[in-house]
Every structure is written in structure tokens, then in C-alpha cells.
């Protein structure tokens, strides 16, 4: 059992640039996200998906697009690059959101190692 | 505007001690609230998921309240040692709409030994 596999864990792009950053879980987890880790400010939510086919923006999803075409597999994709989206990104997988009471409740996730990106 | 506040500021503390952390947020009413540790240049790990209808939850060493009328949780490291040296994160979501997970900045945590 992998867990969640992110690739690359390092990259260095130059401004305009595109790239895809690579995310695989082998846990049958429906629920996936990408998060940003920026010095200062903790992790932000980009997107995430509760199912194939199903995506949804996050906090800060501008400049990112994502697809889930399926369970396995949740790419993200930056279009242009800029320096401001120098961080460290972090994939999360978690099983089905389930019904507690009246919440939706987030069952507990499980991360990558991070991809660490640097765009000159 | 909503927010989750950890303390910025790294607690050093001798080893055997107990080590508290602590999470405040305002303008959520959170139905639950999880406790994640990150060592430096990997992912958050998952230690502890707490519902608003639980006042106290333990793991082995570990100990999470949660008063939802001071919109605070505590986290507790009995007995700390040096490998407990890593930042803890606290996140939380809303009741309804959306299931997304927020995250606190994460408070860094030292044991001397």
C-alpha cells in the first residue's frame, strides 16, 4: 500500500511555464484536495473532488485547474506560472465525507510527501 | 471573517512534561475538529478527530478537549519526549454546505531532552 503519491517532489519553472503536478491514491478514497503550505500561512485549500468526474474550488484556486477522470488519479495543473505560486503542494486523499448528526463529516486525511515548486 | 488562530511561537519544553497547545477560532461552529503533526519536509499525519458533542477525546499519549462555547480546543502531549518534537496543525470545517477541511497555521513544538 503506497498511500497517496506525489510527483515530482521538486521543480523549478520559469515564469509562463506550464506543468502538471502528479497525484495517485491506492486506498479507494473517494474525497481528494490539493492544498498550498506557504511560510505564514499554513495550508490552503486549491480544489477537491468528491468523486470522479466531480471537482470544486477551494480557497485559492485561481491560476490552477484540476480534473478527476478517475478514483486514482487527481492532477493539478498550472497553466501559467507565476513566482507567487512558489510553494510546497500537498495532495489528500480521505474516504467518503459520511453524515454524523448534522454534519458532513471529512473522515481523516491522508497526505503526499508534498511537491516543492519554485518558479523564477 | 473567519479564522483559526495557533500560537505562532514554538513551545520548548522538557522532556517527561506535559506539552498544551492550543486552537481558537471564531466565526465557525464547527461540528468537529481534527489534530494533525508535520515533520519538517513531509506531509501533515492524522492523530485525533474530536465531534462537537465530545468534550474529551485520548490516544495513548495524547489528549484533545473541545469547548465549543469558548470556540477553543486544547491539545495535550503527556510525558513528552524528543520525538515529539514536530508542529501540530488544527483544522475544522463548517456545519453545512461544504465538507472542506481548514486548517490552522500549526504550532512547532521542541522537547528538550
Known amino acids: 500500500n503506497a498511500g497517496v503519491t506525489q510527483t515530482p517532489k521538486f521543480q523549478v519553472l520559469k515564469t509562463g511555464q506550464s506543468m502538471t503536478l502528479q497525484c495517485a491514491q491506492d486506498m479507494n478514497h473517494e474525497y481528494m484536495s490539493w492544498y498550498r503550505q506557504d511560510p505564514g500561512m499554513g495550508l490552503r485549500l486549491i480544489h477537491y473532488?468528491?468523486?470522479?468526474?466531480?471537482?470544486d474550488q477551494g480557497e485559492v484556486p485561481n491560476g490552477y485547474n484540476v480534473s478527476r477522470s478517475t478514483t486514482e488519479d487527481f492532477p493539478l495543473r498550472l497553466l501559467s506560472a507565476a513566482p507567487s505560486q512558489t510553494s510546497v503542494y500537498f495532495c489528500?486523499?480521505?474516504?467518503?465525507?459520511?453524515?454524523?448528526?448534522?454534519?458532513?463529516?471529512?473522515?481523516?486525511?491522508?497526505f503526499g510527501e508534498g511537491s516543492r515548486l519554485t518558479v523564477l | 471573517s473567519q479564522k483559526i488562530e495557533q500560537n505562532s511561537e514554538a513551545l520548548n519544553i522538557q522532556e517527561g512534561k506535559t506539552a498544551t497547545l492550543t486552537c481558537n477560532y471564531t466565526n465557525y461552529s464547527p461540528a468537529y475538529l481534527q489534530w494533525y503533526r508535520q515533520d519538517p519536509g513531509r506531509g501533515p499525519v492524522f492523530l485525533l478527530l474530536i465531534r462537537e458533542n465530545e468534550k474529551e477525546k485520548r490516544k495513548e499519549r495524547l489528549k484533545v478537549t473541545f469547548d465549543t462555547t469558548l470556540k477553543q480546543s486544547l491539545f495535550h502531549i503527556t510525558a513528552s519526549q524528543p520525538a515529539d518534537s514536530a508542529t501540530y496543525l488544527c483544522a475544522l470545517t463548517k456545519i453545512y454546505g461544504n465538507n472542506r477541511l481548514a486548517f490552522g497555521k500549526g504550532n512547532q513544538v521542541v522537547v528538550i531532552p
Open positions: 489528500a486523499s480521505s474516504a467518503r465525507p459520511r453524515t454524523s448528526g448534522r454534519a458532513l463529516i471529512t473522515g481523516e486525511l491522508f
Open positions: 473532488s468528491v468523486g470522479a468526474g466531480i471537482t
